[in-house]
C-alpha cells in the first residue's frame, strides 16, 4: 500500500495554520474582553476648542486688512487696522489737558507756599503787636503814676504849671500810642485770619486739581486704549475664520469681523451614557481615535464632567412629569484632555471621533 506524502504535508500545515488561526482568535478575542471589561467606549465625542470672536471697540473705518480666511495666524499679529487720525487727536487733546491741569497744579503749589510765607509774616508781626501792647500798657501805667504824683504836687502848689501840662501831655501820647498799638495788633490779627482762610482755600484748591490730573489720567488712558484697540491683534495661535469685512468699510464698536479658532487649546467633549459613569473619575487614561485619521491614537486624561445631561441643556428639556413618559438613557458630556498627533496632523473643533475611558 502507497502513501501519499503530499497530501500528510498539506495536512500538516494546514493544521498549523489551524492552530495559529485559534491562538490569533483567542489573543483577538481576550484583548477585546479586556477592552469591553476595562474599558468605557462612545463614539457620541467630538473634538472642541474656543471661536473667539475678532471684535473692533471703536467706531471708524477699517484701513488695512492682513488677512484671509482659512489663514494661520499667531499670537500677537495684527490682522485689522482702523483708521487713527481721529482716535491720535484725541490722545494728543487728552494729553494736553493733562499736562495743563499738573501745570495748574504746580502753579497752585507755589501760590500756596507763598500763602503760608504771608501767614507766617502776619503771625509774626501780630505777635510783636501783643508785645508792644504790653509795653504800651507799663508805659501808660508809669505815665499815670508821674501825673499823679505831679498832679498833687501841682495842688498843693509844690509842682509848676509846665510840669503839670507836661505829665499831662506825656499821659495822653501814652495813651494814644496804647490805642495805636492795640489797633494795630487788632489788623495784624485779622489779615493773618485772613491769610490762614486764604491758606485753606488754596489746600482745597491743590486737592481739586490732584482731582483733575486723575481725571484727565483717566481720560488720557481711555484715548490710549481706544487707539490701541484700532489695531486687532490675534489673541491666540489659531485659524482665522468667516472674515466679513473689506477695507474702506466703516464698522461700529462691538461688530465682529472674523473668527479666530483657537487649535492650541483643544479638549474632547464625549458623551457618556449615564450607566457608563459608575467607575469613571477624573485623572482616568483614555485613548482617542479621530475618524479623520483612521489608526491613529491619541492619548488622553478625563478632565471634568458636566454638571447636567446634555438634554438639560436644549432649547426645549424634557418634561417627564407627564403621563406619556418614556424612560431613555441619558448621555453626561465628558470632557478629555488631549495631547499632540505626532504624524503632525492637524485637529480641528467639530472633528467626529471615538473615546475609550480606562475605568478598571
Known amino acids: 500500500m502507497k502513501i501519499n506524502i503530499k497530501n500528510k504535508k498539506t495536512s500538516g500545515a494546514a493544521r498549523i495554520l489551524i492552530i495559529i488561526s485559534a491562538i490569533v482568535i483567542l489573543i483577538l478575542a481576550g484583548a477585546e474582553t479586556y477592552h469591553i471589561l476595562c474599558y468605557d467606549s462612545t463614539d457620541d465625542a467630538q473634538i472642541d476648542g474656543n471661536i473667539i470672536p475678532l471684535r473692533t471697540m471703536v467706531s471708524g473705518y477699517i484701513n488695512d486688512i492682513r488677512i484671509k480666511d482659512n489663514q494661520l495666524v499667531n499670537k500677537g499679529d495684527t490682522l485689522i487696522i482702523l483708521d487713527t487720525v481721529n482716535l491720535s487727536a484725541q490722545a494728543r487733546e487728552?494729553?494736553?489737558?493733562?499736562?495743563?491741569?499738573?501745570?495748574?497744579?504746580?502753579?497752585?503749589?507755589?501760590?500756596?507756599?507763598?500763602?503760608?510765607?504771608?501767614?507766617?509774616?502776619?503771625?509774626?508781626?501780630?505777635?510783636?503787636?501783643?508785645?508792644?501792647?504790653?509795653?504800651?500798657?507799663?508805659?501808660?501805667?508809669?505815665?499815670?503814676?508821674?501825673?499823679?504824683?505831679?498832679?498833687?504836687?501841682?495842688?498843693?502848689?509844690?509842682s509848676t504849671k509846665h510840669?503839670?501840662?507836661?505829665?499831662?501831655?506825656?499821659?495822653?501820647?501814652?495813651?494814644?500810642?496804647?490805642?495805636?498799638?492795640?489797633?494795630?495788633?487788632?489788623?495784624?490779627?485779622?489779615?493773618?485770619?485772613?491769610?490762614?482762610?486764604?491758606?485753606?482755600?488754596?489746600?482745597?484748591?491743590?486737592?481739586?486739581?490732584?482731582?483733575?490730573?486723575?481725571?484727565?489720567?483717566?481720560?488720557?488712558?481711555q484715548?490710549?486704549?481706544?487707539?490701541?484697540?484700532?489695531?486687532?491683534?490675534?489673541?491666540?495661535?489659531?485659524?482665522?475664520?468667516?472674515?466679513?469685512?473689506?477695507?474702506?468699510?466703516?464698522?461700529?464698536?462691538?461688530?465682529?469681523?472674523?473668527?479666530?479658532?483657537?487649535?492650541?487649546?483643544?479638549?474632547?467633549?464625549?458623551?457618556?451614557?449615564?450607566?457608563?459613569?459608575?467607575?469613571?473619575?477624573?485623572?482616568?487614561?483614555?485613548?482617542?481615535?479621530?475618524?479623520?485619521?483612521?489608526?491613529?491614537?491619541?492619548?488622553?486624561?478625563v478632565e471634568s464632567f458636566c454638571a447636567a445631561t446634555g438634554a438639560r441643556f436644549s432649547l426645549l428639556p424634557a418634561q417627564n412629569a407627564t403621563g406619556n413618559f418614556i424612560k431613555i438613557t441619558q448621555r453626561i458630556p465628558v470632557r478629555i484632555s488631549i495631547g499632540t498627533i505626532k504624524s503632525g496632523k492637524l485637529l480641528l473643533p467639530g472633528m467626529s471621533v471615538t473615546a475609550k475611558v480606562k475605568t478598571k
Open 94 to 158: 487728552a494729553d494736553a489737558q493733562l499736562e495743563a491741569v499738573r501745570t495748574n497744579l504746580r502753579l497752585g503749589n507755589k501760590q500756596l507756599l507763598a500763602s503760608r510765607y504771608s501767614h507766617s509774616a502776619a503771625s509774626f508781626s501780630s505777635g510783636s503787636a501783643k508785645e508792644e501792647i504790653e509795653a504800651a500798657k507799663a508805659n501808660v501805667f508809669n505815665k499815670e503814676q508821674e501825673f499823679d504824683r505831679i498832679n498833687k504836687m501841682f495842688a498843693h502848689g509844690a
Open 163 to 221: 510840669s503839670y501840662d507836661n505829665a499831662k501831655a506825656s499821659l495822653d501820647i501814652a495813651r494814644a500810642k496804647l490805642s495805636a498799638t492795640e489797633k494795630q495788633y487788632e489788623s495784624s490779627y485779622a489779615q493773618g485770619r485772613n491769610l490762614k482762610a486764604m491758606v485753606s482755600a488754596k489746600e482745597l484748591e491743590i486737592q481739586i486739581e490732584k482731582a483733575h490730573i486723575k481725571e484727565a489720567e483717566a481720560r488720557l488712558a
Open 223 to 301: 484715548a490710549e486704549y481706544l487707539l490701541s484697540h484700532a489695531f486687532i491683534t490675534a489673541p491666540c495661535n489659531g485659524i482665522i475664520s468667516k472674515k466679513s469685512v473689506e477695507t474702506g468699510q466703516f464698522v461700529t464698536a462691538g461688530t465682529a469681523m472674523a473668527s479666530v479658532i483657537n487649535i492650541s487649546d483643544l479638549w474632547i467633549t464625549a458623551n457618556f451614557k449615564e450607566t457608563q459613569m459608575k467607575n469613571m473619575k477624573p485623572g482616568q487614561y483614555a485613548i482617542i481615535k479621530v475618524d479623520a485619521y483612521p489608526g491613529i491614537k491619541i492619548k488622553g486624561r
